[in-house]
Each structure stands twice: as C-alpha cells, then as structure tokens.
C-alpha cells in the first residue's frame, strides 16, 4: 500500500479565497483524522471519521472549516474564506479500528496570503 | 483528562553516546503510549507504543521506551544516537479512555545528534 496520500503537498492561496485538500486512507482503515500543526499551537486534532461519519468535530477552529469523507476511499477538508492565520501543515492520518496506532500522510502545506 | 508532556523542546546528544527523550503522562485507567518521529518535511512516523505487559518497549529504528508506572513516565532511549535520528519526537496519548482512536499528541522535542 502506498499509504495515506494527501494532496497537494503545497498550498499558498489569496486571503478569502476557498482551499480544499484531499486525503486517500490507507487501504481497509476505517477511522480518518485531519491535524493541524503550527509553531504555535502544536499538533491540534481537528476531526475524525469512523466509517466515513464524522465522530468528533470539536476540534474545527471556526464554520469556516468543514471536513467531508463520502467513501471509505477519500475525505476532503475545506476551508472558505480562508485567512493568512489559516497558515499550517495540515495532515491526514488513518488508521484500524482496534489498532491503536494511526499512520499519518506527508501533509499538506498551506500558505494564506 | 488525558495528557502528556515533553518537558524538554530541545535535546543535543553527541553521536555515539546515549540518547533519551523524556515523557511523563496523565491518564486514568491503564494507558496506551505512543512515540512518533517526524523528519524535516514529512508527516509524523509511528515508532512505537506501550499497551500492556514489559515495560521495555522495542520499536523502530533501535528505539527503546520504558514505561514508568511509578513515575508516570514513558521516556524514548536508544543506546547509540545516530546524526540521521535528528528530528522532532512526539509522546502521544490516546483521548478516550479505553479508545485508541483519538490520539493527542506531546508538545514534541527537537533531537539533534551533533557529529
């Protein structure tokens, strides 16, 4: 398996404008996750999906952020508008119900200007 | 609540010698413990983890963990630091008691090996 893909690896969008990012999950895992990471904050857990429903969202920062995964195959994270504090590495992780590790993607860097 | 802390942002080890990545906990009930490794430009690496049974955990790469009841602790080692582990290593800790899906991530701690 090639593991969790993220795309695109590289973000820099306007200040207002709509920013989507993509995820695959690996292959069979049935709980997805987006994180954010800054200097500032940390790894901070946004949301996460069990068998594509979303369990827990109170880690999304603002309405501007939504997450959707329509299959077991692919989950996007949406931001509109974004804004330069939007700024971060966001991941995507995956893992195995009753395997408690998750395994993460390479990220998604995203830069508001 | 569930938590951990790396009370150390910053860790230089000579290579060759010694290296340990400190950990402490706060959980209730019996906790499952996590180490990851994130290298420049990449995600974040599952190392190891802590479930039950040896308080001696062997995991990727040459690291070790020992879980600490006593001291509430879960500090990485390895015996012989390499320049190429410089990077930054994450304590983890699941949020829901009895879950292992929610996982809530230390700080981090920079690890540099200086040749």
């Known amino acids: 398996d090639a593991g969790v893909i993220q795309s695109p690896r590289h973000e820099v969008t306007e200040m207002g404008q709509e920013v989507t990012l993509r995820c695959k999950p690996i292959?069979?895992?049935?709980?997805l996750f987006w994180y954010r990471q800054t200097m500032m904050r940390g790894l901070e857990l946004l949301i996460y999906f069990n068998n594509n429903v979303p369990i827990d969202d109170s880690g999304m920062p603002e309405d501007r952020f939504s997450a959707k995964m329509p299959n077991a195959s692919f989950s996007t994270l949406k931001i509109q508008p974004s804004e330069p504090r939007d700024s971060a590495v966001y991941f995507c992780?995956?893992?195995?119900?009753?395997?408690?590790?998750?395994?993460f993607g390479q990220g998604t860097r995203l830069t508001v200007v | 609540a569930q938590s951990v802390a790396q009370p150390e942002d910053q860790v230089n080890v000579a290579e060759g010698n010694p290296l340990t990545v400190k950990c402490t906990y706060s959980?209730?009930?019996?906790?499952?413990l996590f180490w990851y490794v994130q290298y420049p430009n990449r995600g974040l690496q599952f190392l190891l983890k802590?479930?039950?049974?040896?308080?001696l955990v062997k995991g990727s790469y040459g690291f070790e963990a020992e879980f600490n009841k006593s001291q509430t602790s879960f500090h990485l080692k390895k015996p012989s630091a390499l320049v190429s582990d410089s990077a930054l290593y994450f304590c983890a800790v699941p949020i829901s008691s009895g879950s292992a899906r929610q996982l809530t991530f230390g700080s981090g701690t920079q690890l540099t090996v200086l040749p």
């Open positions: 292959s069979g895992h049935n709980s």
């Open positions: 959980v209730s009930g019996n906790p499952y």
């Open positions: 802590y479930i039950t049974g040896d308080n």
């Open positions: 992780a995956s893992s195995l119900t009753g395997i408690p590790e998750a395994f």
